[in-house]
């Protein structure tokens, strides 16, 4: 079985970060070991959460693994709580990467156009910084506009994902994927360019008129996945634009919808067909 380290918060109540990353990830048959970087009553969609930062804990902790002789054949980083954790999460990087030790990054710092809260232009430097050691990373417009230093466009055009793309590639990662990407009325998807080849691929859904939190995470959770299952970059991609999607779909449904996060519970039966 593989096993992954995925290192973001635990965001109590809310459904986002690792409260989506461990359940999804082992329910789709792959070893999840998780680092929290921060425990946190709700997400910070919520007034007046409460933060334990857990920075002093990260390195005690990925060391004693160390010494156990653990491994990881992938590191996923999402939503880090400061400059330092990008700084530690490099450090364990170097502690943990050897040839096979797929990196990934979802740079979580930003959403239509907007910082979330405790981040800003210094963070978005780190993260670039960051993003520049991955095998993969995956911004949306907003954190790759913040990463490049690039103007936020609400309606754009294909030059300009083209342009946030190779700007991407200039950070250093092999493979870099824009979410969140429409390119005609009523889609949405992915844009990818893998760096060395310079080969693009696209992926487009419908595009549902609704934005839920925690669908980020659960795209990435499943992206990673699928990847760690096996499944080549762009059927990975595709796998996991479709599931989030259809949870989307199905939180609509929901007459209580939550508006905190998606009902990932309900879709995982449907996750676990589309891998067989
Ligand atoms: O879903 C991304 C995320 C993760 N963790 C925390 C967040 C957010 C987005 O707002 O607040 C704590």
Not at 80 to 106: H, N, P, Q
Request: proline letters at 3%; a negative charge.
């Amino acid at each position: 079985m593989k096993k992954i380290l995925t290192i973001q918060d635990i965001s109590c109540f809310g459904k986002c970060s690792l409260t989506i990353a461990l359940p999804v990830i082992s329910a789709m048959g792959v070893e999840t070991v998780i680092l929290p970087t921060a425990v946190l009553s709700t997400h910070t969609m919520f007034k007046n959460f409460t933060v334990k930062d857990l920075t002093d804990q990260l390195l005690p902790i990925t060391q004693h693994w160390k010494n156990e002789g653990i491994t990881f054949d992938a590191i996923y980083t999402g939503y880090l709580g400061s400059a330092e954790e990008i700084e530690i999460a490099k450090e364990i990087f170097r502690m943990f990467k050897t040839d096979d030790t797929m990196i990934f990054i979802d740079p979580v710092m930003a959403d239509n156009g907007k910082m979330y809260p405790a981040f800003d232009e210094n963070y978005a430097k780190l993260n670039a910084g960051l993003c520049g050691e991955a095998d993969i990373i995956v911004p949306n417009i907003t954190e790759a506009c913040f990463m490049t230093g690039t103007e936020y466009k609400e309606e754009y055009d294909e030059a300009y994902v083209l342009d946030l793309l190779h700007k991407l590639a200039g950070l250093g990662a092999k493979t870099v994927v824009l979410t969140g990407v429409s390119l005609s009325k009523g889609k949405t998807g992915i844009y990818g360019l893998e760096t060395a080849t310079g080969r693009t691929f696209q992926y487009q859904n419908d595009r549902i008129d609704a934005s839920y939190h925690g669908t980020g995470d659960l795209f990435s959770s499943v992206t990673i996945g699928a990847l760690m299952r096996g499944y080549d970059l762009e059927k990975a991609f595709q796998i996991a634009a479709d599931y989030t999607a259809r949870t989307i779909e199905v939180t609509m449904e929901n007459p209580d919808k939550p508006w905190y996060g998606v009902d990932f519970e309900a879709t995982l039966p449907e996750l676990m067909q589309m891998l067989k």
